[in-house]
């Protein structure tokens, strides 16, 4: 069982920045892929970005492509996503998440963190 702890949400206004971390422990050498999901109110949970554990390979969500990044240190078994240029749209409450395969579907990531809420004022 891999345990997923998410920090460095919080309220920051439109064209702003934040950088989200997740720190992963347990059973890390089970992961093949970390990803972030976020989920606002009222909606369903969207895909954001995963980045391969081993390869670094990452792959975005179109309506992120450009404004966030991100990147992982192995060593401290963590994953960030920097986000730049916040718009009110990405108000949600973001999940980190690890996957033994590979893919961007919730249905394939196994363990969760308990979120993280982010909000962008107007």
């Known amino acids: 069982q891999v345990q997923l702890v998410e920090s460095g949400g919080g309220l920051v206004q439109a064209g702003g920045s934040l950088r989200l971390s997740c720190a992963a422990s347990?059973?890390?050498?089970?992961?093949?892929?970390m990803g972030w999901f976020r989920q606002a109110p009222g909606k369903e949970r969207e895909f954001v970005a995963t980045?391969?554990?081993?390869?670094?390979?990452?792959y975005y969500a179109d309506s992120v492509k450009g404004r966030f990044t991100i990147s992982r240190n192995n060593a401290k078994n963590t994953v960030y996503l920097q986000m730049n240029s916040l718009k009110p749209e990405d108000t949600a409450v973001y999940y980190c998440?690890?996957?033994?395969?590979?893919?961007?579907?919730?249905?394939?990531?196994?363990?969760w963190g308990q979120g993280t809420q982010v909000t962008v004022s107007p």
């Open positions: 998440a690890a996957s033994r395969g590979s893919g961007s579907i919730p249905t394939n990531f196994g363990s």
């Open positions: 347990g059973r890390t050498f089970s992961i093949y892929t």
């Open positions: 980045i391969n554990w081993s390869t670094s390979n990452t």
